[in-house]
């Protein structure tokens, strides 16, 4: 039921791994974006897909990378952590026109040690 | 570019009092303007829009918005607090003449509702 999912919820791990997170929303929504919060809950947007197309690709480090294997699923794969990537990482999702608010999964809390 | 700003970090109301969280917005052209709301470990929830027509918009658990053209603000109110909203406040705005896709989020209201 639940209408977009991120997995997993939380996830610990040490300094130069590589790590993915996975999301899926049921909603039939075109377009889908992953933000980070940080500790201050300042939130940033890092890409957006539109139809499995990359529409917004933010300032983050190249150590980022999306990927969207179709409308429904956008995963996020992150190279080589650092210390500065803990943070809350929400995928959240919406219909395409520009009135349309979101619809956010329930987070993924990325601790680097 | 689009901006938003939320003056205050945390808000603090007696239940029962009206509650005002305050929103003011920079953009190029006609915003769209949103209120989300953040429970402790949860994703955000929206909660209402501004696109276009009445000022006053209503949204969900009792909360409304009045959007203020010249004073660039989109102030989020309910006229009686609950312990229950406790919670992150996060106002958003959009333009949709320029990246349309894109919406900037501002830095959050705490919002603390005392018994």
């Known amino acids: 039921d639940t209408a977009v999912s991120q997995t997993p919820k939380y996830l610990v791990t040490q300094m130069g791994n590589d790590k993915s997170i996975k999301c899926e929303q049921n909603l039939g929504h075109d377009t889908m974006y992953w933000y980070k919060q940080d500790s201050k809950k300042f939130l940033k947007i890092m890409f957006s897909y539109n139809n499995k197309e990359l529409i917004i690709n933010e300032t983050v480090p190249n150590r980022f990378s999306p990927k969207s294997p179709d409308k429904a699923h956008l995963n996020l794969h992150i190279n080589s952590l650092e210390l500065g990537d803990s943070a809350v990482y929400f995928c959240?999702?919406?219909?395409?026109?520009?009135?349309?608010?979101?619809?956010f999964g329930s987070g993924t809390r990325l601790t680097v040690v | 570019a689009q901006s938003v700003a939320q003056p205050e970090d945390q808000v603090n109301v007696a239940e029962g009092n009206p509650l005002t969280v305050k929103c003011t917005y920079s953009v190029s052209g006609n915003p769209y303007l949103f209120w989300y709301v953040q429970y402790p470990n949860r994703g955000l929830q929206f909660l209402l829009k501004?696109?276009?027509?009445?000022?006053l918009v209503k949204g969900s658990y009792g909360f409304e918005a009045e959007f203020n053209k010249s004073q660039t603000s989109f102030h989020l109110k309910k006229p009686s607090a609950l312990v229950s909203d406790s919670a992150l406040y996060f106002c958003a705005v959009r333009d949709p003449g320029r990246g349309y896709q894109k919406v900037t989020f501002g830095t959050g209201t705490k919002l603390q509702v005392i018994p």
């Open positions: 959240a999702s919406s219909q395409g026109g520009a009135n349309y608010g979101y619809t």
């Open positions: 501004y696109i276009t027509g009445d000022n």
